[in-house]
C-alpha cells in the first residue's frame, strides 16, 4: 500500500450569471419511512431503488406512477443497487453478501462475503466485464465480485474506521474511492489488487462521494467542510471551490451528465439543494431547491436517455431533475 500526498489549490468558481434552476419532479413512495434511495433506470424506463429501512427493493414506472415492491430476506436492509440484464444487483448493509434479484420471478442469488468482518456491502459500480466493485463502508474493505464465477476479493484499507464509501470507476476500470474517515482518496490496481491512498492537503476534508470526468480527473465532494474538488491522478495536483451554501452546506450525492458537468446536492440546508458545476468554466451555473426538502439526498444516477437525474430522499420520495 503505498500513501501519496497532494498540493492543494482553493479557487473561486469564475462569476456567472444567475443560476438556472432546473426542473424537478419527485413521487411519493406509498411504503412510509422506508428510506426510499439510490435510484437507477432500467432499459424499459422504469426506475428501481431500494428501501433500506423497508427491506425491499423496488421500482417506479415515472409514465404511470405506478410502483411495484419485492421483499428481501429479513436484516439485509438493502443499501445500493445497480440493474443491467441480468437482473439488479444490490447490497446486503446488514447481512453481508451481495444479491441479484430476477425481477421475472422475484429470486435472489446471493453471494456471500468471505471475510465475516465486511459485514456491510455498501456502495457498487459495474465494470466493463459486467463484474462489480464495491465498498465496505465499516468493514474497512474495498471489494470485486467476479460475477461468472461468484469469487469475491478484498482489500483491506489498513487504517481504523477509514470508512470506504462513494466509488466510481476510471476508463481503464480502476475503482476510486472515498475513505470517508480520513482525508485521503483510494485507488485499486485491478490487476494486482494493489491498493494506493492519496493524502489530500487538507487533514479536516471528509469526502464522501466521487466520480470521474472523460478526461479522467478525479471529483469529490467535502461532506465535511462545504467543497467540491478535483484530484489530478497523474499530477497529484487537487484543486477545490466553496459550495454555495458554505462550509455547512454539507454536500453529498453526486453525478456526472452526458455534458461532463458535476452535479451535487447540499445537504446540510433545508430545502437541500441541487447544484451543477461546469468544469469547461469552472462555474457554479445551477441551484435548485428540492421541491420536498429533501432531508438527505444521498446518491444519484444520470439516465442519459431522458437526461435526467434520478435521486431518493428521506422524506419518502424518487425524485427527477431534468438537466439542459
Avoid at 29 to 38: I, K, L, N, T, Y
Avoid at 181 to 190: E, H, K, L, Q, S
Avoid at 305 to 317: I, K
Wanted: include cysteine; charged fraction near 25%; aromatic fraction near 10%.
Amino acid at each position: 500500500m503505498k500513501c501519496l500526498s497532494a498540493a492543494l489549490f482553493i479557487g473561486l468558481a469564475a462569476p456567472a450569471a444567475a443560476a438556472q434552476e432546473v426542473e424537478i419532479r419527485e413521487w411519493p413512495v406509498p411504503w412510509e419511512a422506508s428510506r426510499p434511495r439510490d435510484p437507477y433506470p432500467d432499459a424499459q424506463g422504469r426506475v428501481w431503488f431500494v428501501g433500506q429501512v423497508g427491506n425491499y427493493l423496488a421500482w417506479l414506472d415515472p409514465a404511470s406512477g405506478e410502483f411495484k415492491r419485492y421483499e428481501l430476506e429479513e436484516r439485509t436492509l438493502p443499501h445500493n443497487l445497480i440493474v443491467d440484464g441480468r437482473g439488479v444487483w444490490y447490497a446486503g448493509n446488514a447481512n453481508g453478501r451481495i444479491g441479484l434479484l430476477d425481477p421475472a420471478t422475484g429470486e435472489a442469488r446471493t453471494f456471500m462475503m468471505p471475510d465475516p468482518a465486511a459485514r456491510d456491502p455498501h456502495t457498487l459500480v459495474l465494470d466493463a466485464k459486467g463484474d462489480l466493485w464495491f465498498t465496505v463502508q465499516n468493514g474497512g474493505f474495498i471489494g470485486h465480485l467476479a460475477t461468472k464465477t461468484g469469487e469475491v476479493r478484498l482489500v483491506k484499507v489498513p487504517q481504523a474506521r477509514a470508512r470506504p464509501y462513494g466509488i466510481a470507476l476510471d476508463a481503464g476500470g480502476r475503482p476510486w474511492v472515498n475513505l470517508f474517515g480520513t482525508n485521503r482518496i483510494a485507488t485499486v490496481d485491478p490487476a494486482t489488487l494493489a491498493l494506493e491512498e492519496i493524502e489530500l492537503p487538507r487533514a479536516e476534508a471528509r469526502t464522501r462521494r466521487i466520480a470521474v470526468t472523460r478526461d479522467q480527473k478525479v471529483w469529490y465532494v467535502d461532506y465535511e467542510k462545504g467543497f467540491l474538488g478535483r484530484l489530478d491522478p497523474a499530477t497529484r495536483k487537487v484543486e477545490e471551490w466553496a459550495s454555495p451554501s458554505g462550509a455547512m452546506s454539507r454536500p453529498y450525492a453526486m453525478a456526472i451528465d452526458a455534458k461532463d458537468r458535476i452535479w451535487f446536492v447540499e445537504t446540510g440546508v433545508q430545502p437541500n439543494r441541487l447544484v451543477g458545476f461546469d468544469p469547461a468554466s469552472l462555474s457554479f451555473f445551477s441551484n435548485t431547491a428540492i421541491p420536498s426538502g429533501g432531508g438527505t439526498v444521498r446518491h444519484m444516477a444520470f439516465d442519459a436517455a431522458g437526461r435526467t437525474l434520478w435521486f431518493g430522499t428521506d422524506v419518502n420520495t424518487i425524485g427527477r431533475a431534468v438537466t439542459r
